[in-house]
């Protein structure tokens, strides 16, 4: 079975920053991608950011020039630096990681990390 668990979220001010993680455990053969998702209250939730197996990235326009996506492949373990935040980037942040078992390709989320941007 494989579990995220995401730490770092945290009441901030608008215009400061946060790093975000997300630490995977468990039994996989790999993982093909790695990705933060954030759903804000009464909203659908939606794409953050996105990095391969390969190393690209992929960024919500909202989010551009802001935030940064890394990983560590050897901790399994997903970043996201988060900068000049803003009142509307208050939500709960999910990870999420696309691997491949034994079985098959499987997607696996996070329970999530409050992030809150207000003064």
């Known amino acids: 079975q494989v579990q995220l668990v995401e730490s770092g979220g945290d009441l901030v001010q608008p215009g400061g920053s946060l ?3 997300c ?3 468990g039994s996989f053969l790999s993982i093909t991608a790695r990705g933060w998702y954030r759903q804000a209250p009464g909203k659908q939730r ?10 690209s990235t992929t960024y919500a326009d909202s989010v551009k020039g802001r935030f940064t996506i890394s990983r560590d492949n050897a901790k399994n373990t997903v970043y996201l630096q988060m900068d000049s935040l803003k009142p509307e980037d208050t939500a709960d942040y999910y990870c999420k990681y696309s691997v491949v078992v034994p079985s098959g390709a499987l997607e696996v989320w996070g329970r999530g990390t409050l992030v809150t941007v207000s003064s």
């Open 19 to 21: 790093r975000l993680s």
């Open 23 to 25: 630490a995977a455990s």
């Open 46 to 55: 939606e794409l953050v950011a996105r990095i391969s197996s390969g190393g």
